[in-house]
């Protein structure tokens, strides 16, 4: 089981913003850097953001991340059909000695 | 441009030992800072963090896999390789190598293989 819990689903309309949110603990996202991920069917997952609010070169500024306490958040505004994936969080664990993963949320384009 | 392709068996015995290799091209495991991974998903579930290794050796596993795991790296073959044994139906899943970024407080996997898939039946 995951140490990382996100929504597992999340839905809205074309255009609309949504927001996912991954929740953890002092020992991950409390003290660490959190990434995020899209797996679209089929394929790997894709880096979307790194060290909390970082876009890599060619992910467009709709999607953006952020972190509070032991919460971080991923955004993703102007919605798109080609958004519908699967979404997760990533970070270092200190606790554990270990990389972890959220649960994972699905996105649906309505 | 950094592109790795995993290379292995797609199918292991039950109690048998699962041995995969991630060959990495566009860039040497040598010169880079990165630190190179495995994850794996189980058919329709999440992402599973297996461990990490430095071109110099340097290794971290996750604890509830980290008795049957081992991950090596052959740097002649810029390739590094899993192996995970005693294997059973619970480690089939789509096997993932990766480069991560150094270190812990920031980690995060910024270039993915295509997956392999890996079945455990008899």
């Known amino acids: 089981q995951s140490v990382l819990t996100q929504p597992p689903s999340v839905s809205a309309a074309p255009g609309q913003r949504i927001t996912i949110s991954c929740s953890g603990s002092?020992?991950?996202?409390?003290?660490?850097?959190v990434s995020w991920y899209q797996q679209l069917p089929g394929t790997a997952p894709k880096l979307l953001i790194y060290?909390?609010?970082e876009r890599p070169s060619g992910i467009p500024d709709r999607f953006s991340g952020s972190k509070s306490g032991t919460s971080s958040t991923l955004d993703i505004t102007g919605l798109q059909t080609g958004d519908e994936a699967d979404y997760y969080c990533?970070?270092?664990?200190?606790?554990?000695?270990?990389?972890?993963f959220g649960t994972g949320t699905k996105v649906t384009v309505l | 441009q950094v592109q790795l392709q995993e290379s292995g068996p797609g199918l292991v015995t039950p109690s048998e030992t699962l041995s995969l290799n991630c060959t990495v091209s566009?860039?040497?495991?040598?010169?880079?800072?990165?630190?190179w991974g495995w994850i794996r998903q189980p058919p329709g579930k999440g992402l599973e963090w297996i461990g990490r290794?430095?071109?110099?050796?340097?290794?971290s596993y996750n604890p509830s896999l980290k008795s049957r795991v081992t991950i090596s790296v052959d740097t002649s073959k810029n390739q590094f390789s899993l192996k995970l044994n005693s294997v059973t139906a619970a480690d089939t899943a789509v096997y993932y190598c990766?480069?991560?970024?150094?270190?812990?407080?920031?980690?995060?996997?910024?270039?993915w293989g295509q997956g392999t898939l890996v079945t455990v039946s008899s």
């Open positions: 990533g970070t270092w664990d200190s606790s554990l000695s270990a990389d972890v």
């Open positions: 990766a480069r991560q970024a150094p270190g812990t407080s920031s980690s995060y996997v910024d270039f």
């Open positions: 060290d909390t609010s």
């Open positions: 566009g860039g040497s495991i040598i010169s880079s800072i990165y630190d």
């Open positions: 290794i430095y071109y110099r050796g340097t290794t």
């Open positions: 002092s020992s991950n996202i409390g003290s660490n850097s």
